[in-house]
């Protein structure tokens, strides 16, 4: 199996590259998952992207195939773009398109910041630019340690998505997926957004941004989205109707197709 070394343990990837080997331009688009996910929830997003761009999939340091380090490990905005870069670096990509889900878009939007030469362009959905509270950490450390991970799964997925949004046999995939995040990584990677603000910064990213959001997320206002997207020197915002924190998954096509209609002109100009 394919693994980024990192400083801090190894990365588990996978590259999907169906582009025909006549074609010129072979871009790169790196996808990032958030807590609780996994790289399954691009799945259906490939398919839709494969016949242009080599595809980029990794499982998030401290879930499944990459590293998981002990409970007292120091977790850092930087140690998770160094992921980012060092998953880029082994698949081969010079300057890689970047996406981004929850708290993958949010280590996206740092990577942008910090190694703007490597990132093309970025791509975030159902992230922001604001950290999250300490008081969610603290209740979801409660539930997870009072009442169990699988409590803690039934909760989340009913931030993720609203009733009938998924089928069921998607609904019980991510379920599974959830119950599977170590109660320390889950716990951990949230405690990375304690106190973030790139408000200061973001008008510094560079490259051309799409931000989708569901209107419904019970973590990230449509108003955050909406400050983000004023920041952002070259930036595009597109709210879903009905959805939650889920987006990615829950409307994989149309996230994709629109992913597919905001880089194809990019690449066509060069």
Known sequence: MPYAQ???????????????PWEDRRDTIVFHHGIGADPGIWAQWLPLLAERYRLVTFDMRGYRRSHVRPAD????????????????????????????????????????????ARVQSLTVSNGAHLGASIQRAEAWRR????????????????????AGAVDAARLAWFDRVQQAWPRDSILDALSVLFGTDMRPQVQDVACPVLLMHGDSSPYIPVSVMADLHERLPDSRLQVFAGARHGLPFSHAAQCARMLRDFLDPQASSR
């Open 6 to 20: 990192t400083g801090a343990g190894r990365i588990h990837y996978e590259v999907t590259d169906l582009v025909a």
């Open 143 to 162: 539930t997870i340690d009072e009442e169990g991970i699988a409590t803690w799964s039934q909760q989340f997925l009913h931030d993720r998505f609203a």
């Open 73 to 116: 490990f120091r977790w850092s905005l930087d140690l998770l773009a160094d992921d980012v870069i060092a998953v880029a670096d082994a698949a081969g990509a010079g300057r890689f398109h970047l996406v981004g889900e929850s708290i993958g878009g949010t280590i996206a939007l740092h990577c942008a910041l910090r190694d703007g």
